[in-house]
């Protein structure tokens, strides 16, 4: 364990804001939040700052590096200064650990990790320059030579993650209402913690019942997931958090109730493209991470006070607890979840980080924080306590993503023109804003067992029927496909 004062990484100021005005951009909120965080630290820290870490954006593209951006408005030269490649999930907490690992090593004294999106701004300003809704989120992923998935209109998250969704529910045995029940119940929760939070963005305690039941504000959007059960990206929300040494934070006079000890981690990840992946119904490397994070700092799910799950859609808490045998009706968040806390794309971690330290500093106790990017494919996860961690280590690799190869099983290859008899792996259906089915699209299995993409016309009304009714489970049942007129191979029934 690191024993000496200066190598012992500690967090010791937050800083969260919400701009429900939509007056800022992407940039403004980053620079509010870490001014935020420094009065937290009690002030002073910014012209100390060794390292500046910042979440990408999707916002405002124009802005570029908002990094370089801040230490030019702040007036300051840290050593080291970078943006992240892309606005992923797992990014705040793997930046947390890259500063800590840089503390322990005796690099860095003090360094700060920020993000923030401002997708209403960009929406609003948008709509006034040309009258037209922007979707940033979908505006990435259109280029000049789509991929198989794109041509079956499965780019975004609110496409990709349903297929874990049906995948899980059958793999474990539930019935359509059974699966729904369980994400109206975690999500009811983290309702609930949000209504308790002045950080989050909606402040409204939600029934499970009001989360899966369909009406007028919660409009299907890809199935068997509404809107009240997806992550919300429109927001303005900034957050950051200053990361030094406990010699620091102690010389400075932090009192000793505010510091919050960094733990050890793991991290992990799947291919890049859900076609190129063993299954849809666990993620090796999920229970990788998971289980590396509390072995590496000598815990049990015993020894958990607090914890953060990841909660973009409701598969990724629902395999996560399951890895760690969490009650249904446990908390699993800090801050109030993707859904009502807010969901700014890659930095909802940083706001959950900023909640944990609260309630660690509120509470006392051990927490474990667990975090998802790109489309359940990046893991990370890392402890805090507001006690040192005995077994703590820095620097150390978090790299774990060989242990996860090595349970993984065969990826089947992907045949795109296969025509013939499949069966479902997995499959979602999409709907238009008037809640009516837009088309459905289906990954099966050949029976040489390869992969297949299928497209399921809105005007087949009985297989999208059969898809979510829920009577029988699609997920395992047979049919064929063929290629349809508009060049897309179509699934057929029977």
Known sequence: MNTDPARIPV??????????????????????????????????????????????????????????????????????????????????????????????????????????????????????????????????????????????????????????ENATRAAWGQSLAEAQAESGTIWAGMSRVAAANPTAWIRKAQTAEAITSADADNRPIAFPYQKRMVANSSVNQGAGFIVTSLALARAAGVPEANIIHVGMGAAAHEAASILKRDSYSDAKGMRVTIEETLKRNGKTVADIDHLELYSCFPCIPKMARRILG??????????????????????????????????????????????????????????????????????????????????????????????????????????????????????????????????????????IDFLTNGQVEAVGSEGRTAMGETGLIHWHAG
């Open 11 to 164: 967090i010791i100021g937050t800083g969260q804001i919400n701009d429900r005005e939509s007056q800022y951009d992407s940039l403004e909120l980053m620079l509010q939040a870490l001014d935020a965080a420094d009065k937290d630290a009690g002030g002073g820290w910014i012209a100390r700052l060794d390292s500046l870490a910042v979440v990408n954006q999707i916002s405002f593209a124009q802005l570029g590096n908002c990094a370089e951006k801040m230490v030019e408005r702040l007036g300051i030269t840290p050593g080291h200064v970078e943006q992240t490649p892309h606005p992923t999930g797992e990014s705040p907490v793997q930046l947390l650990h890259e500063a800590a690992n840089r503390i322990g090593a005796g690099e860095i004294s003090v360094a700060v990790i920020v993000g923030a999106e401002a997708l209403r701004t960009a929406a609003a300003r948008a709509k006034a320059a040309t009258g037209e809704k922007h979707d940033a989120l979908r505006a990435r992923a259109r280029p000049d030579n789509p991929t198989l998935l794109m041509r079956h209109s499965m780019v975004a998250p609110t496409d990709l993650y349903p297929v874990y």
């Open 326 to 463: 969490w009650p249904v009706d446990k908390p699993i968040t800090a801050f109030g979840g993707l859904t009502f806390g807010g969901g700014p794309i890659g930095n909802y971690m940083s706001h959950a980080i900023g909640s944990m330290v609260d309630t660690l500093r509120a509470e006392r106790g051990t927490a474990l924080l667990f975090a998802n990017g790109g489309f359940a494919t990046h893991f990370h996860g890392i402890m805090l306590s507001t006690e040192p961690f005995p077994n703590a280590v820095f620097p150390h690799d978090y790299d774990c993503n060989p242990q996860a190869e090595a349970l993984r099983g065969p990826v089947p290859p992907v045949d795109e023109g296969y025509e013939g008899p499949a069966t479902i792996e997995s499959y979602t259906v999409f709907y238009n804003r008037d809640a009516s089915p837009r088309m459905g699209s289906i990954i099966a299995r050949t029976k040489d067992g390869a992969r297949v993409l299928a497209h399921v016309p809105a005007t087949d009304t009985a297989m």
